[in-house]
């Protein structure tokens, strides 16, 4: 059971910082996409004037000291064509922009800015930003203000779009790196933890484990046990003088009933010498008793006075009397 809530506590931890460390590289890479747009937003703004690959030279070599961003996309006004990029480590185009998500920067909350975060399972896998490019942002270059009239810089319309999306690879690699060095250091302590708690476990339930003895003969009926538990815990002790108790009690118990089996094996010896010796007294009783009967009876077929036949009667009305109590 502890082992159990013990993992279960130690998945939970590393969930935990998983998912916060998700969060905390979602927040991160937001704030750095918002302060790299103006930037590029400035650096980006010849692309929408004319195809200028040096304005793609700076760009490149600008994001390359970003290790953080991912690829910067630049669109037309309707967002349907793309005039220049920066893709780190490749050179791929990107797909058109979706509509929804052009529509979604005339919303005021936004602040022309849309971030984009897409999850799945709730972890961040891409975080950019989507916004507008300005015709304001063309006057601060001298070699463009020549191709505009004085009515477009005084005006302010949407030219283009910028997309800027971060590398989540270097947040991720460091945010695994921490989790699996925290989750080292808490496999660590839970082992130790779990070490140190068995150990414990065991020398508490060493005074228990030592009565097991004693209680295995006491159950076999030996009452000649004896237990003998050192242990400075008080509810051991309790528990080791609640079985001396015991067993002194069943110790007397056993006593008595030895003397009872004892003494109802002496009266049983005594009932069976008693009816053998009443079987045998009435076996020699009644032969002679039937011997005197027999010649009584003899006698009373003689001639006898009536005085004589009056005493011959006597002796044998008492001699049938005894054998009718010798036979029961």
Do not use: C
Request: charged share 20%; aromatic share 8%; no cysteine.
């Amino acid at each position: 059971v502890y082992l159990f809530w013990a993992v279960l506590a130690y998945a939970v931890t590393v969930a935990g910082l998983w998912w916060g460390s998700h969060r905390l590289i979602e927040e991160g890479m937001r704030r750095q996409a918002m302060q790299y747009i103006p930037e590029f937003d400035e650096m980006g703004t010849p692309l929408f004037v004319s195809d200028t690959s040096s304005a793609l030279d700076r760009i490149s070599r600008r994001a390359t000291n970003y290790a953080n961003i991912g690829y910067i996309r630049y669109y037309d006004a309707k967002g349907t064509k793309l005039l220049g990029q920066y893709h780190k480590g490749s050179s791929s185009a990107a797909p058109s922009l979706p509509a929804e998500y052009l529509r979604s920067l005339d919303d005021p909350a936004h602040s022309d800015r849309l971030v984009i975060i897409t999850r799945t399972l709730g972890i961040v896998n891409a975080v950019h930003v989507l916004a507008p490019v300005r015709s304001h942002s063309l006057q601060s270059d001298s070699l463009l203000d020549m191709t505009l009239d004085e009515n477009a810089q005084e005006s302010v319309r949407t030219i283009g779009y910028i997309d800027l999306g971060m590398d989540l690879t270097i947040g991720k690699n460091l945010m695994l790196r921490g989790i699996l060095f925290l989750s080292g250091l808490l496999g660590v302590v839970l082992l130790l933890s779990f070490t140190l708690g068995r150990q414990f476990i065991r020398n508490a339930l060493a005074p228990l484990l030592k009565l097991q003895e004693p209680l295995h003969r006491l159950a076999q009926g030996d009452f000649d046990v004896t237990v003998e538990v050192d242990a400075g815990d008080r509810e051991i002790t309790t528990i080791s003088d609640a079985l001396r108790t015991t067993i002194a009690g069943l110790r007397q118990r056993d006593k008595e009933k030895g003397e009872a089996l004892r003494g109802k094996t002496s009266a049983e010896a005594a009932n069976e010498a008693k009816s053998q010796f009443l079987a045998h007294m009435s076996h020699e009783i009644r032969t002679p008793l039937n011997g005197v009967l027999g010649f009584l009876g003899l006698l009373g077929k003689t001639e006898l006075d009536t005085v004589q036949r009056e005493y011959l009667r006597t002796p044998e009305v008492s001699a049938k009397t005894l054998l009718t109590v010798i036979n029961h």
